[in-house]
């Protein structure tokens, strides 16, 4: 009985932040819909013989509102989680996700030309960021009930993020110089996020996420001067980064078999052999 009063307790807990967290979110991005914000640009000396600048404009603050906004609330729900004593990694790690599904559903407002599509993307955002906030609190103790199921979850939520994202920034067209930093963090810290959970220490998940976001980094300035799609681009970097994961994950669970070695082989050269095939 009391352990049914206490994870009731528990429910009541996370809806009531978690509603907050989406009100909160949500009218920030509507106040963003009706008052427009001066641009400011600066100007950047020649590098390697690129003029490069930087604009900060009405939708970058608001990518940055809604991310702040997402991160600070799931650090608040997950900072009153019951079973803080038991979660499998730093705090810090939990954020990640989340903040990533703000990122993109800010740029799914942004690029909302009618207000139908707005409307629809808003309600999409409530819902995005609401169970990805939730999977996050659920796989924050591995002794919670649906830990395994939540972070399997979360898994392929990272996956399809990365793609999503690496299509976003493809498609903008930024020059290597830009789009190689920005790769660089994003798989460095979907990376940190993935290896955390095998339950290593911080330190070589650092390693190994600098290891694999170095890769992803350079395969993104090879594949500037490759003619394929946006679509291509990110599936090829999804695919690294899932392989690179992948391997890295079994090593610190010293799991890492040849049996490992050739399945993620075969699968990688069936993906790349897809995407020449398609070629979209």
Request: net charge positive; hydrophobic share 55%.
């Amino acid at each position: 009985m009391f352990a049914q009063s206490g994870e009731e307790n528990q429910r009541l807990l996370e809806r009531d932040r978690l509603s907050i967290l989406l009100a909160v979110t949500l009218m920030g991005a509507t106040l963003f819909r009706f008052v427009e914000l001066p641009t400011f640009s600066w100007g950047v000396r020649r590098i390697l013989g690129s003029p490069l600048g930087f604009t900060l404009s009405g939708d970058w603050l608001l990518s940055l509102l809604m991310m702040g906004l997402v991160a600070s609330g799931t650090f608040s729900l997950l900072r009153a989680h019951p079973d803080q004593s038991s979660q499998e990694r730093p705090l810090v790690f939990s954020l990640i996700t989340p903040t990533f599904g703000a990122l993109l559903s800010s740029l799914l407002l942004i690029n909302s030309a009618s207000w139908p599509i707005w409307l629809g993307s808003l309600v999409l955002t409530g819902f995005l960021i609401g169970i990805l906030v939730h999977l996050t609190y659920t796989a924050f103790s591995v002794e919670g009930r649906g830990y395994v199921s939540a972070r399997t979850l979360l898994n392929v939520a990272d996956y399809l993020l990365s793609f999503l994202l690496f299509s976003i920034l493809f498609s903008a067209g930024e020059r290597a110089l830009v789009r190689g930093p920005l790769i660089f963090v994003m798989s460095g810290l979907w990376s940190m996020e993935l290896l955390s959970s095998s339950g290593a220490q911080p330190r070589q998940v650092l390693l190994f996420s600098g290891l694999i976001a170095l890769l992803g980094s350079e395969l993104a300035w090879v594949l500037g001067y490759w003619p394929v799609s946006a679509w291509a681009a990110a599936a090829l970097l999804s695919l690294c980064l899932y392989v690179g994961t992948g391997i890295s994950y079994q090593y610190l669970l010293n799991k890492l078999q040849r049996r490992i070695w050739v399945e993620f082989a075969v699968l990688a050269l069936i993906v790349f052999i897809l995407v020449l095939v398609i070629r979209p």
